[in-house]
Structure formats: structure tokens, C-alpha cells
T-cell receptor, first 110, second 112 residues
Framework: RKEVEQDPGPFNVPEGATVAFNCTYS??????FFWYRQDCRKEPKLLMS???SGNEDGRFTAQLNRASQYISLLIRDSKLSDSATYLC???????????FGAGTTVTVRA | DAGITQSPRHKVTETGTPVTLRCHQT?????MYWYRQDPGHGLRLIHY???????DKGEVSDGYSVSRSKTEDFLLTLESATSSQTSVYFC???????????FGPGTRLTVT
């Protein structure tokens, strides 16, 4: 089983809509999580870090479900600029390597 | 901006030639990483470094070597480039304490 699994999408949503997608992880020792966004042909950029049950930053909300071993990302009031691939990354304190999910692609249309 | 640069940004080379990619950081981070990204595979770790002259292999290290003679520079060498090494290569650093990684702009390598 892969360490990180993400629905590749694409999720096609109109501007202003809410979109949410999940990331499942296999290692129960994962303690913190990162969401990165990656635009086409660009480097991944850190969107949000989650160190407890969740985090919220403006229109973006991450929610962690440790019992079922998944983390979700919700985007409210979608903007055209939110179109990107979102990468989920679990992290363990005693491991300096990260395993990246293959990403979920979101396309926001006018 | 984590102060990470990569050079070259684009390179086309022929099969069998050696290629060296450079990653440079300005903020004295201890951990540095090299990844490759290919369609359908996501980011895969090639090698990483935890200090000057301290390196270790990642999941796709065959055909690659690295060196770190200074804190600020991490070099990735393809000893004899093959077409399967055509990819986008990203360098990253690990922020002290948080575990977050920050990426350089990438090098697009084509092996013909």
C-alpha cells in the first residue's frame, strides 16, 4: 500500500464554489501534515501545515481524522487562481524524509 | 522565499554524457534534498544530505550521485545520462524545527 494516496481528480468547479478532497495515509505514526500547491511546470509551494486536528487559513481549511487516517483540504469561495495541483505530505518527527502524494488537480472555471 | 536557486534551469544533453545540477541556498539549512518529478509518479526522493559530506540515498538513487562540500551547495550528478532520466529535478531544504520543506525553481533536463 502506498504511504500517501490522493484522488488525482481533476475536480472541475465554478468560481465561488466549495471544493474538498481527501488524502489517506498508511503510517499511523505520522504526526504532522503539509499541503503544498503546485502550479503547472513550477515548484511545489507550501500552502498549509497541520500539527494538530486541523488548520484554517483564509479560504482554506484542513481537517485531520487520525482514526481513519486521512486529511482533507477544503477550499471555499474558489478563485481562478486556486487552479493547481495540491500535494499532501505526512511527516514524522524522527524521519527527515517526506513522502509526497501524487496530488489532486483542481480546475476552477469562470 | 527560502533563498534556493538551481542551475541550470534547462538543459538538453545526449545519452551517455555526465551532467551536474547545482542547488544553492543562502540560509544555512542543514538538510537538503534532490527530487525528480515525472507524470504519474509525483515527487520522488533521489538523495538527501544532512550536513557537509553527509549524504544518503532516497528511493530512486540508481544512476545518480551527490556531493556537498559546503553547507550552501548540493550537487547532483548523473554519471552517464540516460533517456529515463529526462525529468524535472527539484532541490529542497528542510526548515529547522518545523519539518517543512521549501523548493527551488527546478531544472528541466532532457536526455536525447
Amino acid at each position: 500500500r502506498k504511504e500517501v494516496e490522493q484522488d488525482p481528480g481533476p475536480f472541475n468547479v465554478p468560481e465561488g464554489a466549495t471544493v474538498a478532497f481527501n488524502c489517506t495515509y498508511s503510517n499511523s505514526a505520522s504526526q504532522s501534515f503539509f499541503w503544498y500547491r503546485q502550479d503547472c511546470r513550477k515548484e511545489p509551494k507550501l500552502l498549509m501545515s497541520v500539527y494538530s486536528s486541523g488548520n484554517e487559513d483564509g479560504r482554506f481549511t484542513a481537517q485531520l481524522n487520525r482514526a481513519s487516517q486521512y486529511i482533507s483540504l477544503l477550499i471555499r469561495d474558489s478563485k481562478l487562481s486556486d487552479s493547481a495541483t495540491y500535494l499532501c505530505v505526512p511527516s514524522r518527527s524522527n524521519d527527515y524524509k517526506l513522502s509526497f502524494g501524487a496530488g489532486t488537480t483542481v480546475t476552477v472555471r469562470a | 522565499d527560502a533563498g534556493i536557486t538551481q542551475s541550470p534551469r534547462h538543459k538538453v544533453t545526449e545519452t551517455g554524457t555526465p551532467v551536474t545540477l547545482r542547488c544553492h541556498q543562502t540560509e544555512n539549512h542543514r538538510y537538503m534534498y534532490w527530487y525528480r518529478q515525472d507524470p504519474g509518479h509525483g515527487l520522488r526522493l533521489i538523495h538527501y544530505s544532512y550536513g557537509v559530506k553527509d549524504t544518503d540515498k532516497g528511493e530512486v538513487s540508481d544512476g545518480y550521485s551527490v556531493s556537498r562540500s559546503k553547507t550552501e551547495d548540493f550537487l547532483l550528478t548523473l554519471e552517464s545520462a540516460t533517456s529515463s532520466q529526462t525529468s524535472v529535478y527539484f532541490c529542497a531544504i528542510r526548515a529547522t524545527g518545523s519539518g517543512e520543506q521549501y523548493f527551488g525553481p527546478g531544472t528541466r533536463l532532457t536526455v536525447t
